[in-house]
Every structure is written in C-alpha cells, then in structure tokens.
C-alpha cells in the first residue's frame, strides 16, 4: 500500500507493463481469428446451398454431393467451436482489464487503512500462498505470496528499477507533448 500511495505513476506503469501490451496483442490476434472464422462458416452456408442446389440440378453426384456437405459440415463445427472459444478468451480479457481497474480503485481506497479485512482481501487479492516452514538461524521462515487481482504475484522493484520506470515515464510524457 505504501508502494502505491508513494508511487503512484510507477505501480500503474509496471503494472500495464506487464499485462497490458501482452493482452492487448492477444486480444487483437484473437478479434482478427474471431472475425475470419465467421466469415468462413458464413462463406460454407453459402457454398453448402451451391452444392445442394448443383445436386438437385444433376450438376453434382449425389455420392460427390455428400462428401462434400460432410467436409463443409466438418469444418464449420470446427470454425463454431473455435469460434466459441476465441469469445469466451475475449471475455476473459476484458474481465482482466475490469479487474485491474477494480484493483486500482481498491488500492487507491485503502490506502490509508490500519487494519486489513474481509472486505479489502475480497477486493484486492486474488490468493494468498502459504510455504512450507524454512528454519534458518533458529528462526523459523514461512514464504507468503500474496497474489494480486488482475496483477499476480507484484514484487516491488528495487531502487534501480523504480529509478529506470521513472524515467521511463518521463520519456513517454515528453512524446506525447511533443
């Protein structure tokens, strides 16, 4: 919480960084196999008509005529399928940036909370993992990874890195008033 209320900029760079031009690239590769899918089942009702009206005429076996719907049937069951899984990831992904808006707002809102409760673990993270006991020095260690909401696992960047994001940042802004 800290991290985020002191750098503010930083935390929302890194995290677009790391999910953002990735989901965006996939959601675009997906938009564009969505889309020619369709046009393609639409393309075999078409040529599915052609056939079958080339077969009542005599122009088409009918031996050769039901090959052929078989193979068009196929493949556009295959295109729906394919179809139906490319919108079920694409609603994924826009969940994902609802998510990552969501911890946005949450984080900025409990910021300055002193105690943590239901109601911020609901909102902010995803899942905790709890390790195994590690005894060193006569101490006992247990690894806690605290995974974020449309983040994942968030580890605050070293000084270098944070000093590196800034400038970063900077750049971007100076091209964009450019």
Request: aromatic content about 8%; hydrophobic content about 35%; overall charge negative.
């Amino acid at each position: 919480m800290d991290f985020v209320r002191c750098y503010n900029s930083a935390f929302l760079y890194l995290i677009s960084e790391k999910k953002g031009a990735e989901s965006v690239n996939r959601e675009k590769s997906l938009r564009v196999k969505t889309e020619s899918a369709k046009q393609r089942i639409s393309d075999l009702d078409k040529l599915f008509s052609r056939i079958y009206e080339d077969n009542i005429l005599g122009k088409l076996s009918d031996e050769r005529y039901s090959c052929m719907a078989n193979e068009y049937e196929t493949e556009q069951e295959q295109l729906m399928q394919e179809v139906k899984e490319n919108e079920k990831t694409l609603v994924e992904l826009q969940k994902q940036t609802v998510y990552m808006k969501m911890l946005y707002q949450g984080l900025m809102e409990f910021t300055e909370m002193k105690e943590i409760n239901p109601t911020i673990v609901n909102k902010l993270i995803e899942h905790i993992e709890i390790h195994n006991n590690e005894k060193k020095y006569s101490h006992n260690n247990v690894k806690v990874d605290i995974y974020f909401t449309a983040v994942g696992l968030f580890d605050i960047p070293t000084e270098q890195k944070l000093i590196d994001t800034m400038e970063r940042i900077k750049q971007k802004k100076a091209e964009k008033s450019v």
